[in-house]
Nanobody, 121 residues
Framework: QLQAFGGGLVQAGGSLRLSCVAS????????MAWFRQAPGKERDFVAA?????YYADSVKGRFTISRDNAKRTVYLQMNSLKPADTAVYYC???????????????????WGQGTLVTVSS
């Protein structure tokens, strides 16, 4: 199970930090990821982490993914937010996700409930 929280309303240029707590079959080798889905659009990859981090080009340099294995938690620090970042953000987890597939949502068997991030202009 995954529980995501930390979303909210923020002005453009502001920051938010999302958290996702994992329970069940979790280890330091588990790939943890964030995806997002804007209204009327498909779900998009945002970032993933196993031992290193991977980012979508649209968030590189603004977002940082990190993990605390002792707390079974993955974080997404979002800085310099833009209205285009408005979306429901989902965390995902998978134990058999290979590096070349980290951007594919279908590779993750576990998903959190989503948390809404709204960036006002």
């Amino acid at each position: 199970q995954l529980q995501a929280f930390g979303g909210g309303l923020v002005q453009a240029g502001g920051s938010l930090r999302l958290s996702c707590v994992a329970s069940g079959d979790y280890s330091r080798n588990t790939v943890m990821a964030w995806f997002r889905q804007a209204p009327g659009k498909e779900r998009d990859f945002v970032a993933a982490i196993r031992w290193t981090e991977y980012y979508a080009d649209s968030v590189k340099g603004r977002f940082t993914i990190s993990r605390d294995n002792a707390k079974r938690t993955v974080y997404l620090q979002m800085n310099s937010l833009k209205p285009a970042d408005t979306a429901v953000y989902y965390c995902a987890a998978g134990n058999g996700v290979i590096t070349s597939s980290m951007r594919e949502g279908s590779r993750y068997p576990y998903w959190g409930q989503g948390t809404l991030v709204t960036v006002s202009s």
